[in-house]
T-cell receptor, first 111, second 113 residues
Framework: DAGITQSPRHKVTETGTPVTLRCHQT?????MYWYRQDPGHGLRLIHY???????DKGEVSDGYSVSRSKTEDFLLTLESATSSQTSVYFCAGASVSYEQYFGPGTRLTVT | GDSVTQMEGPVTLSEEAFLTINCTYT??????LFWYVQYPGEGLQLLLKATKADDKGSNKGFEATYRKETTSFHLEKGSVQVSDSAVYFC????????????FGGGTRLMVKP
C-alpha cells in the first residue's frame, strides 16, 4: 500500500546504540502496528496503537518502545540494540476492522 | 491463545499446476481469516479474506473457504503462474482483539516455467 512508508529502508548499527524506525501513513488509519519478521517465525507483533498516544504491547515487546504523537506517524525505538533484534521490521495500518495494510519493511542489522 | 499452522515450504510447482497450501487454526472465539502474499523485497498484501463459516474468499484466481468444522482455511489455485512465486501467510483476527492479526509461519511458493 503506497499510503504507508517506512524509513530508513535499510540500517546497520552497532550493539548498544539506540535506533528509531519511522512509519508514516497518509490513509488516516486509526490502528497502527509494528511487526518483526524472522525465518521460521512468520510475523510477530511488537507493539500496536489504537489512536494518538494510545499504545499497547504485543507478543515480543521486550527491548522495544513506541510513540504515536500524531495520526500519521508511529515510531519504533530500540533503546539499546542487540544482535537478537536483527530482523526485518514491518509497519501496518488499519481502518476497517481486520484489514491491515503493510509498509515495504526496514531491514535492520545489529553488529 | 490463538495460533495458525501452515504447511512448511518451499512448495515447488510447474506452471499451470494446481496449488493447495494448507492452513489450520485454533482460536478462542469466532475469528476472521485471511491470506496475505509477500512478493520478494516487498511488504505483505491482503490476498483474500473470509469473515464467517462457509464464506469463500477469492482474488486473482486464488480461493479459500472458511471451514469451521475442520478449523481450516486452505488456499487453492487451479493454474499457477511464474508470477505467483511468493511467500503466502495465513492469518486470523479475533473480533475483540483490537484488530490484531495472528500469522502462520508462511509458505514459500516457487513456480517454474
Amino acid at each position: 500500500d503506497a499510503g504507508i512508508t517506512q524509513s530508513p529502508r535499510h540500517k546497520v548499527t552497532e550493539t548498544g546504540t539506540p535506533v528509531t524506525l519511522r512509519c508514516h501513513q497518509t490513509e488516516n488509519h486509526r490502528y497502527m502496528y509494528w511487526y518483526r519478521q524472522d525465518p521460521g517465525h512468520g510475523l510477530r507483533l511488537i507493539h500496536y496503537s489504537y489512536g494518538v498516544k494510545d499504545t499497547d504491547k504485543g507478543e515480543v515487546s521486550d527491548g522495544y518502545s513506541v510513540s504515536r504523537s500524531k495520526t500519521e506517524d508511529f515510531l519504533l525505538t530500540l533503546e539499546s540494540a542487540t544482535s537478537s533484534q536483527t530482523s526485518v521490521y514491518f509497519c501496518a495500518g488499519a481502518s476497517v476492522s481486520y484489514e491491515q495494510y503493510f509498509g515495504p519493511g526496514t531491514r535492520l542489522t545489529v553488529t | 491463545g490463538d495460533s495458525v499452522t501452515q504447511m512448511e515450504g518451499p512448495v515447488t510447482l510447474s506452471e499451470e499446476a494446481f496449488l493447495t497450501i494448507n492452513c489450520t487454526y485454533t482460536a478462542t472465539g469466532y475469528p476472521s481469516l485471511f491470506w496475505y502474499v509477500q512478493y520478494p523485497g516487498e511488504g505483505l498484501q491482503l490476498l483474500l479474506k473470509a469473515t464467517k463459516a462457509d464464506d469463500k474468499g477469492s482474488n486473482k484466481g486464488f480461493e479459500a473457504t472458511y471451514r469451521k468444522e475442520t478449523t481450516s482455511f486452505h488456499l487453492e489455485k487451479g493454474s499457477v503462474q511464474v508470477s505467483d512465486s511468493a511467500v503466502y501467510f495465513c492469518a486470523l483476527s479475533e473480533r475483540d482483539a483490537g484488530n490484531m492479526l495472528t500469522f502462520g509461519g508462511g509458505t514459500r511458493l516457487m513456480v517454474k516455467p
